[in-house]
């Protein structure tokens, strides 16, 4: 069965950066979309990234462009997420989530309701 597996949640102070793993396993993983959401307490999810199965489009929303990058190694079935200049704001659980094929335009692709398949989350604190 499709599982997605999040790690590399983590306490970090201001400034500093994390590294998000997903690991996919039951299905190919070069035909998948990825993206990348958040939910802080008290607030809605809220999509972050995408990349898409080859050629690797991205998307990014506005809050963490410049900021966080994502990328894929499908040889590995892992999907990373480098967020870099954390900021308190950043504190939420990290979910990685996988649906089949793309959407056009790509900002489609950070709404929650597009994607079937979940995986269970990584905390992820800033603070000082």
């Known amino acids: 069965q499709v599982q997605l597996v999040e790690s590399g949640g983590a306490s970090v102070q201001p400034g500093g950066s994390l590294r998000l793993s997903c690991a996919a396993s039951?299905?190919?993983?070069?035909?998948?979309?990825i993206g990348w959401f958040r939910q802080a307490p008290g607030k809605e999810r809220e999509g972050l990234s995408c990349?898409?199965?080859?050629?690797?489009?991205?998307y990014y929303a506005d809050s963490v462009k410049g900021r966080f990058t994502i990328s894929r190694d499908d040889a590995k079935k892992t999907v990373y997420l480098q967020m870099n200049s954390l900021k308190p704001e950043d504190t939420a659980v990290y979910y990685c989530?996988?649906?089949?094929?793309?959407?056009?335009?790509?900002?489609?692709?950070?709404?929650?309701?597009?994607?079937?398949?979940w995986g269970q989350g990584t905390q992820v604190t800033v603070s000082s």
């Open positions: 989530a996988t649906r089949r094929g793309l959407l056009a335009p790509m900002s489609l692709l950070l709404h929650e309701h597009e994607y079937k398949y």
């Open positions: 039951g299905f190919t993983l070069e035909d998948y979309t």
């Open positions: 990349i898409s199965s080859f050629p690797a489009l991205t």
